[in-house]
């Protein structure tokens, strides 16, 4: 009888961690794609910055064929 309510604990014990296993599994699914969502997000902003970055040095060694931003056009 002892054993009967031994096997039986454990038996509660063992559903519990399957639960446990059930939802760490699911859960680090979910974050696996999250990360890779995040990864690829990353990725794109570095090559947009990586583009404005290319932008603004032409816009450097071009020399200072723009006016100023905060010179008055001349009509004013």
Request: net charge negative.
């Given at each position: 009888?002892?054993?009967?309510?031994h096997?039986g604990?454990?038996d509660?014990?063992?559903?519990?961690l399957?639960e446990?296993l059930?939802f760490?599994?699911?859960?680090?699914e979910q974050?696996?794609r999250?990360?890779l969502?995040?990864?690829?997000?990353v990725?794109?902003l570095?090559?947009?910055?990586?583009?404005?970055e290319?932008?603004l040095t032409?816009s450097?060694?071009?020399?200072d064929?723009?006016?100023?931003a905060?010179?008055?056009p001349?009509?004013?």
């Amino acid at each position: 009888m002892v054993l009967l309510a031994h096997l039986g604990g454990m038996d509660s014990r063992l559903h519990d961690l399957e639960e446990r296993l059930t939802f760490l599994q699911r859960h680090m699914e979910q974050q696996d794609r999250v990360i890779l969502e995040l990864s690829r997000e990353v990725s794109k902003l570095s090559d947009r910055l990586a583009r404005t970055e290319a932008k603004l040095t032409q816009s450097a060694d071009a020399g200072d064929q723009a006016p100023p931003a905060d010179e008055r056009p001349p009509h004013w």
